[in-house]
Structure formats: C-alpha cells, structure tokens
C-alpha cells in the first residue's frame, strides 16, 4: 500500500466511524443526492439502470460525464464541483491511479468482498470491477488460419505481416494486453512482440473501434484486437465475412469498475449504490447485450492475474508502445 492510501485510509477510519455512529437504522431512510462522476456512456444503458436505482431507493442522482482519466485528475486534485461521490470509469486504469493517488476512500461494502473475486477488485477495498470486457482477436479465415491464433503473441509472427490491424495504443484495452505481456514475458520481450505488432501492421492504428471493426468487416485486414462490445455495431455486410472471434485464455481485458470519493457527501448512498449494481438482477441485465462479463458469479480461476495488473503496469505499457512507435 502507498505512503498516500495509508495516510488516507487512518483519516477516513476516524471520520468513518463519526458518520456512522450518525447514520440513521436504514441508510436509505436519509436521502441524499448522488453525483457520479462518470466516463461510462449513459445511453449505453447506464442511464436506464440510474432510474431504476432512484424509483427503488429514493435517492436521486447528477451525471457528471467525461474521460475517465481526467475525472481521475480532478478527483485527485480535489478540484471536482459539484463534489463527487462516485467514480464510475469505463477503464481500471484511470480508477487504480486515483486509489493510489489518495483520491478514493474504502468503499465499506461487505457485498464486494463477498461476491466480487478477488482478482477483480482492489485489496484494499478503493475500487470493484461492476463488468469485464474482454480482448478478443478477429481473424478474417480468408487470410490466416484461425487455428494458428494462439494469442496476443501471435500478432508479431510472420505470417501476419500486411495484415494487422490495430487501434491506437491510447486505447486502455490495449494497454492493459501490453501490460500483460510484460507480465509474462518480462519488458524486453514483451517490446519485442509489440516491435512485432507495429511491423506487421496493414494500416496505421484507428482512432476507434468502429473503424477497425469497419476495416474487418471490408477486407482491408486480416486479424485485430478487439473489445468483447466490438461486434455490437451493425456494420454493413459484417455477419457475412468469414470473420471468427477469439479469445486467448486466460483471459485479458478490462472492466468498467467504481469507487467512492475520499470527499464524498454522501458515502453510505454511494456504498448502497455500489451493493445495488453487484445485486444479481443487475448484473444480469445490463452486460448481456452490450459485449461485457458480470463479475458477479465469475470464477476466475487461482491462476488469474489481477485486474490491477493493468493499472499497476500502465505507465510502463505507455513507455513500452512509445519505443516499439506503437502509437
């Protein structure tokens, strides 16, 4: 744990234990307004679900929607107005920085611990994934034997070459993949397989996913790094190509995770928020159609690594794709 979470986390215990000692029997008997501070696209069903927590609850809640790594920015440097009480990021990056940071509190829900595996949340109780998404490849069979795509790994073999197509690493779906490979493979090769990547490539890197899906669906490449939510744009002629979808195991990706703000007005609100979306009702309705994974009833599996890795890891990752040119 840093210097910041353990200063941060003696201070909050002491506050914590005043403002409970103040709260009412039923937490949701005191409403209060909640401001999320969110990168998560509310017309992607967020919104839905938000109004569907307030009829429930009672408690009415302010969007206040942007990047996800600028909200961290702005958690850490407590300049947010209106006061954040929630932090909903569509990356587990942005979200690991402002933990470490000190901008996030302990979330002080049993709920988490007792539904979320462990590999899918914070150790120390800053942050929970709600949903997964996973990296997938697209392998256009015309152009490569599907049967030879063994991994993230394989975009760097000869036989690729011409014909890879990526979006750029600013993408944290990317960088989480880099960040696993120096994982297991350790710095150096891990850069030679994005060197790899980047020689290979048919065109340089899209700026979306809907680009590349684009490209896929035409025929200009032969194989690319996907979000598990990719093949939800209706491209024209998609689910005619000969296009399959791969998912190297163990599994890479992200997550769209949430934590509460160390200022937070309202940190019993933002606890029964957090219970409410790993209820297994929710968990349920929302991923199924849009491409993510529930946590919620997940085995991981011993040999998973932690979804942390990814943020842990993601300013080397950056560093890495900068000398590979991989931009």
Request: charged share 20%.
């Amino acid at each position: 744990m840093s210097g910041l979470r353990l200063a941060g986390l003696g201070a909050l215990l002491a506050v914590a234990a005043a403002s409970l000692a103040e709260q009412p029997p039923n937490p949701a008997a005191r409403v209060m307004p909640l401001v999320v501070y969110s990168s998560v696209e509310s017309g992607d069903g967020l919104g839905a679900l938000f109004e569907r927590f307030t009829v429930e609850t009672g408690i009415p809640i302010t969007v206040v929607a942007g990047d996800a790594e600028r909200h961290a920015q702005t958690l850490i440097e407590a300049a947010d107005s209106p006061r954040a009480d929630v932090f909903l990021s569509d990356n587990v990056q942005a979200i690991w920085r402002a933990a470490e940071e000190g901008a996030l509190r302990p979330h002080g829900s049993d709920t988490v611990e007792a539904v979320v595996p462990a590999a899918l949340r914070d150790t120390d109780g800053y942050w929970t994934a709600l949903w997964q998404v996973d990296a997938r490849l697209f392998v256009d069979r015309r152009a490569l034997d599907e049967q030879a795509v063994d991994g993230f790994d394989y975009l760097a073999d000869a036989a690729v070459e011409g014909r890879l197509c990526l979006t750029s690493s600013g993408h944290a779906l990317n960088r989480a993949v880099i960040a696993r490979l120096i994982d297991r493979h350790g710095r150096r090769a891990a850069e030679l397989i994005v060197r790899g990547w980047v020689k290979n490539l048919a065109r340089p890197p899209f700026a979306s996913e809907a680009e590349l899906v684009a490209a896929l669906a035409a025929g200009e490449c032969g194989i690319g790094i996907v979000s598990g939510a990719a093949g939800r744009p209706v491209v024209p002629g998609f689910v005619r190509q000969p296009l399959s979808a791969v998912t190297p195991v163990p599994r890479v990706g992200n997550a769209q995770t949430i934590g509460v703000s160390r200022h937070a007005n309202s940190p019993v609100g933002a606890t029964l928020l957090i219970d409410w979306l790993l209820s297994e009702r929710v968990q349920a309705d929302y991923p199924e159609s849009r491409g993510y994974r529930p946590v919620v009833g997940t085995n991981t599996g011993s040999g998973d690594r932690p979804l942390g890795l990814a943020g842990r890891l993601d300013e080397e990752a950056l560093k890495l794709a900068e000398r590979a040119r991989y931009r």
